[in-house]
Structures are given as structure tokens and as C-alpha cells.
């Protein structure tokens, strides 16, 4: 179905969105970011866009709540706060700008969504959306829908300071014990391109930061910025060695065959590049490990 959006309701949204998204704060699985209530006589408020009837975008913002599924142990993408339950990160700035667009009353419930699930959440219907380093590929498409990119990261590797065993590209990972993550193109690409490679997975990438400190692994492969996060949580016991050695697009994820909420975000994603929100979100999260913002990826309307 074509959507025709509501650009002055988006826009009052989006105003409304930067002003609250730098203080806004995520909460604990099935927990509640609260927005500032509800309008007088229960429904939306006044200045809420209009969505087409029984869309996705509707449902949700009639509900007041969209659910996210996210990473728990990305820095500088989805982290959980340990002392506060709080979940910050670049993923979930974006989680709270899609909800903004979609109506600034709605508040946002995160739960964790380890790689090895995020198809089956979808699927289940245990979250509208998930946003967590999800790269888009051809075999995923066959399960869920992907709007974007928002992101396009690529594959490198992380290695205890002072490379001790000299690991400086993939081929090196031949003969190497290595770790990733259940699910996720990482360890099929690193299974592919160093098949040689002892290769170990986890369901979460603090596991396998955690079995490198231990002397169980040699090297952990993934995303760049994943591991950007994890170097600096480190304090200097990691490092990265190497350049990225394949390109890996991060879209967001929805139910398949919701084409028409595909499409809003896909709209609400190119606004904020136009508007410079998706740059300020940028700056705020994963600007603590990278210097230069880059140009935001051009969205791919399949």
C-alpha cells in the first residue's frame, strides 16, 4: 500500500524529538520510557501525525507504546546500564526518534534481542521493530522486512593489547581460536574466509571480550564499532588490528510483509538525515570512540 505522509504532523513530532531525545533515557526490558502522558480524553493529542487506519503505525501510536528489540552489550549501541538498568546507545536514539514520528506520546518498552533471535522476536510478534546491529542480507530478507540502512559498519578484529600473536588481517585468523556471535554474519563470514579459524560463539559479544581476558580465545570478529565500543570498555586491555574486510549495512527490522511501516521509516529515516538528527544522534553515542561523523547511507527502497 502507498502511504501519503502527514509532513507538518511529522515535523511538529521531530521538533518535539530533539528536544527531549538528548535527556530521554532507555529502560529495563519491558520497561516503560515514559513520555509526558496522555491528552485529555485518553486519546492521541492534538498535534499527533494521522496514520492510515489498522496500520502498524496507528496500532501503535493508539497504544502508546512500540516495542524495541535491542542489544544489551554494544557500547555505543545498545547497553545496558548495570547500576541503573538503563539501555543507551545510537540504536536506541534511533528507536526514540521512529516513536517520536510516530507520536510524541509514545514511550518505548526495550528488550534484548541477542543475534541468534532477532528473526524469531519478529516473527513471534514479541516486538514491533528491532534495531540491533541487524545487517541486511538477501537470506534474512526471506524471514523479516529491513527499512534502511541507517548504518553501514564493516568486519574487523579485536585482539589483546600488543597483538601478541601477530593477527594483522582475516587470513591470519587461520589456526586462531576465535569468537563471535551465534547468528550473526560475522561468524559466517569468518567461517568462509578463514576456514582454518577455531571458531567459537556466544550469544552476546561481552562473552566473547570476556574469554579473550581469560586466555580462552586469540581474536573476537565482528562489526567495527561494536568492537570500537567493547576496545574503550576495555581500558586499554584490547585493540584493533587490521582494516574492515567486508561491508555489513544495518537496516531495521519489521515483519515481513508490512510493507506500509517499512515505508514510514524508511521516510522518517531520510528526514532525519536531512534534518541533522541523525547526526546529532551519532555525535552523542558512537562520536565517544569514532572522530568524524560520517554521511548517513542512502535508503534502499526494495
Known amino acids: 500500500m ?14 518535539l524529538a530533539l528536544a527531549l531525545v538528548a535527556a530521554a533515557c532507555g529502560q529495563d526490558a519491558r520497561e516503560v520510557d515514559t513520555g509526558a502522558g496522555d491528552a485529555a480524553g485518553g486519546g492521541p493529542p492534538a498535534s499527533a501525525p494521522a496514520h492510515p487506519a489498522g496500520s502498524t503505525m496507528a496500532e501503535i501510536q493508539a497504544a502508546g507504546t512500540m516495542t524495541v528489540g535491542t542489544k544489551f552489550d554494544q557500547p555505543g549501541f545498545g547497553l545496558k546500564r548495570a547500576t541503573t538498568g538503563e539501555v543507551e546507545g545510537f540504536d536506541v536514539e534511533i528507536a526514540r526518534l521512529i516513536a517520536e514520528a510516530i507520536g510524541p506520546e509514545v514511550e518505548i518498552e526495550f528488550t534484548e534481542a541477542p543475534s541468534a533471535v532477532r528473526e524469531q522476536l519478529l516473527e513471534n510478534g514479541d516486538v514491533d521493530t528491532v534495531i540491533a546491529t541487524y545487517t541486511i542480507n538477501d537470506a534474512r530478507k526471506q524471514r523479516v522486512g529491513f527499512a534502511g540502512p541507517y548504518y553501514v559498519a564493516g568486519q574487523d578484529i579485536m585482539v589483546p593489547a600488543g597483538n601478541p600473536l601477530g593477527i594483522q588481517g582475516v587470513d591470519d585468523l587461520n589456526g586462531k ?8 554474519t560475522s561468524v559466517e563470514n569468518v567461517r568462509k574466509m578463514a576456514p582454518q579459524a577455531q571458531v567459537t560463539e556466544f550469544d552476546v559479544y561481552s562473552k566473547c571480550a570476556d574469554a579473550m581476558g581469560d586466555g580462552r580465545i586469540d581474536a573476537v570478529t565482528t562489526d567495527n564499532t561494536i568492537l570500537l565500543g567493547l576496545v574503550e570498555a576495555s581500558k586499554g586491555a584490547y585493540e584493533l588490528v587490521g582494516e574492515p574486510f567486508t ?56
Open 177 to 184: 581460536r576465535v569468537c563471535s556471535v551465534s547468528g550473526s
Open 2 to 15: 502507498t502511504r501519503t505522509r502527514s509532513r507538518t504532523g511529522w515535523l511538529a513530532a521531530l521538533v
Open 247 to 302: 561491508t555489513e549495512p544495518y537496516g531495521i527490522g519489521v515483519p515481513k510483509d508490512d510493507v506500509e511501516f517499512r515505508n514510514f521509516i524508511n521516510d522518517i529515516l531520510e528526514d532525519l538525515y536531512a534534518s541533522g538528527a541523525w547526526a546529532a544522534a551519532y555525535e552523542r553515542t558512537l562520536g565517544e570512540f569514532v572522530d568524524e561523523i560520517p554521511e548517513p547511507p542512502e535508503v534502499d527502497r526494495y
